[in-house]
């Protein structure tokens, strides 16, 4: 189906997913940018990695660890998978489970090259470095939250519409989650913060990236 022929909605969605996630990707380009130039940013990553956190009880601790795994793909992959499974056995389609798969690939092979091909030293190692076989450097946890978590989210609105699975509130749910992953990361010092906004600007464009190609498809059996 040639783009004239989309539904005009339809296509109106592909169509500003497509800025989106081109937008998104420039805002991953300028923090890389700000990274490999050396700008203040990395000074700023430094203040940040020196503040002195305080002690904390061995149940915030696990709090912490366990927020911090909400962006492990070991565990979101499994997860974004057998929702897919259920919605697409419930509406007998393959497209959520093809969207999920597209989307961890997409994950591992952009992030994961990016990380081998800066090599960014961990904030642990009390030094900043690029092309040192590090793997900092994009937050595999930040854009893992992001691109997993927002895709169910999305897949759960797309074929329920209707509440308590409204759109906004998804949204929202999804944003609570990514930054509370975000600062679990700092409090751990697992990440540098430019990192961190690498990895969130660069899951928002591969999730949006991915919706784009969904809209660009339509399909009888989901319901918008």
């Not at 998104?24 to 990274?35: I, M, Q, R």
């Not at 795994?69 to 489970?97: C, E, K, N």
């Not at 944003?175 to 679990?184: D, G, M, R, T, W």
Request: a positive charge; proline letters at 5%; charged letters at 20%.
């Amino acid at each position: 189906m040639s783009l004239e022929q989309l539904p005009s909605r339809r296509r109106a969605e592909m169509i500003h997913a497509i800025k989106l996630s081109a937008l998104l990707f420039f805002g991953y380009l300028a923090v890389t940018l700000s990274v490999l130039l050396d700008t203040p940013f990395r000074t700023f990553d430094q203040w940040v990695h020196r503040i002195d956190m305080p002690d904390y009880p061995w149940i915030l601790e696990f709090t912490v660890r366990r927020i911090d795994d909400l962006g492990l793909r070991g565990l979101t992959a499994p997860i974004l998978i057998i929702v897919a499974i259920v919605i697409g056995r419930r509406f007998q389609s393959w497209r959520p489970f093809n969207l999920s798969i597209l989307a961890i690939l997409l994950l591992n092979l952009v992030v994961g090259a990016s990380k081998i091909g800066f090599g960014r030293t961990k904030p642990r190692l009390k030094i900043d470095e690029l092309f040192a076989d590090g793997m900092s450097y994009p937050s595999g946890h930040s854009s893992n939250a992001l691109l997993t978590w927002g895709l169910l989210a999305y897949l759960v609105y797309r074929y329920t519409h209707r509440e308590p699975f409204e759109g906004l509130r998804l949204t929202w749910g999804v944003v609570i989650i990514s930054l509370s992953v975000c600062a679990a990361s700092i409090l751990r010092d697992t990440h540098w913060v430019s990192d961190l906004l690498g990895g969130l600007f660069v899951g928002g464009a591969l999730l949006v990236f991915v919706i784009a190609i969904d809209r660009a498809w339509p399909s009888k059996k989901q319901p918008s």
